[in-house]
């Protein structure tokens, strides 16, 4: 079992900057890799970053150069770094632990409001 749970999110205005935080606990050791997701109302649920074990990250095309992912394998936490926020960043942002081909795990979710 893994727990996965985010803080950090809030309202901020345009052009500001946030901090998300996911705190991993359990059984961590078939993770290969962890994710930040998001979903704003009546869209479907997005790729925001990933970062693997070895530190290889991925990033959608909307938040390059703004968003950095990365992880503290001491304090078992990821993060990801928000940057020049936009309105169109609003969303819930969800932690992920992928563990394929074992099912994933999703933390409850913060919301992140930008405002113009």
């Known amino acids: 079992q893994v727990q996965l749970v985010e803080s950090g999110g809030g309202l901020v205005q345009a052009g500001g900057s946030l901090r998300l935080s996911c705190a991993v606990s359990g059984s961590t050791f078939r993770i290969n890799a962890m994710g930040w997701y998001r979903q704003a109302p009546g869209k479907q649920r997005e790729l925001v970053a990933t970062?693997?074990?070895?530190?290889?990250?991925n990033y959608a095309d909307s938040v390059k150069g703004r968003f950095t992912i990365s992880g503290d394998n001491a304090k078992n936490t990821v993060y990801l770094q928000m940057n020049s926020l936009k309105p169109e960043d609003t969303a819930v942002y969800y932690c992920?632990?992928?563990?394929?081909?074992?099912?994933?795990?999703w933390g409850q979710g913060t919301q992140v409001t930008v405002s113009s």
């Open positions: 970062i693997t074990r070895g530190g290889s990250t």
């Open positions: 992920n632990a992928a563990r394929s081909p074992y099912p994933d795990y």
